[in-house]
């Protein structure tokens, strides 16, 4: 029974939700389709981004994560070009089943979060080999809200933070999610700068931070 009312909820809420957001991105607006599509983003965090997006209207908009707000980016991208970069098989088949329109390329960061300290001696190691519509491009826009880093078994966010930093254009605007973690912190630091760092939004699901990179670190 609590199935097929969340399969209810969904058909005439949920989706819906995510269509009025995108036209009326209001905190209102944001915050009803994040309840109604289970966003682990705060209101404040998707506000925040939304809002730099719209800004450079139809930009070019990379993401290193799929979830529940990827319909939402694509969207509110609208005539934009907006790519997503997933290594958990589930999520990808998951998300990729929900929208077939999404752009979602599966790749695989070959890490462990405690890799980390080697690989911050050896930056060499962060590179790694993207799909060609992702390495042609200088990107407006970078959201990184994974790969998964909850713990030292998990693959860790050390390269999609390496990676934003090389693949951002000049001005552009890099987010990430989850810097109340160390690893997070640490790599933020060392590769967008603190210097560049235009705010952060506190929350109970992880800090978001927004940076401005006005020299990329290659």
């Known amino acids: 029974m ?6 209810v909820i969904k058909y005439f809420f949920a989706l819906p939700s995510v ?9 209102l607006t944001i915050s009803a389709m994040r309840i109604l599509n289970k966003i682990q983003l705060t209101a404040a965090h998707l506000k ?30 609208k005539d934009g070009v907006t790519v997503f970069l ?6 990808y088949q998951a998300v990729t089943d929900i929208s077939k329109d999404l752009t979602v390329f599966l790749i695989n960061y070959n890490t462990k979060r405690s890799d980390w300290k ?33 713990n ?16 951002i254009k000049n001005s552009g605007d890099i987010f990430v999610h989850d810097c109340n ?16 760092l235009k705010t952060e939004i506190k929350g109970p699901m992880g800090y978001l931070r927004h940076y401005q990179i006005t020299n990329r670190y290659t």
């Open 2 to 7: 609590k199935e097929i009312f969340e399969k």
């Open 19 to 27: 269509e009025l957001a995108t036209l009326w991105p209001s905190y």
């Open 48 to 77: 925040a981004i939304s809002t730099i997006v719209k800004e450079k209207a139809s930009c070019k908009l990379l993401i290193f994560g799929v979830g529940y707000d990827s319909i939402f980016w694509s969207k509110i991208n």
């Open 86 to 91: 997933e290594n958990n098989k589930d999520w």
């Open 118 to 150: 080697m690989l911050l001696d050896s930056p060499s190691l962060l590179d790694m080999t993207l799909p060609n519509d992702v390495e042609k491009e200088r990107w407006d826009v970078i959201l990184v809200d994974g790969p998964d880093g909850q």
């Open 152 to 167: 030292d078994q998990n693959t860790g966010r050390m390269k999609s933070i390496f990676l934003s930093s090389r693949l």
């Open 181 to 196: 973690r160390e690893v997070e912190d640490i790599y933020c630091n060392n590769f967008l700068k603190k210097e560049n």
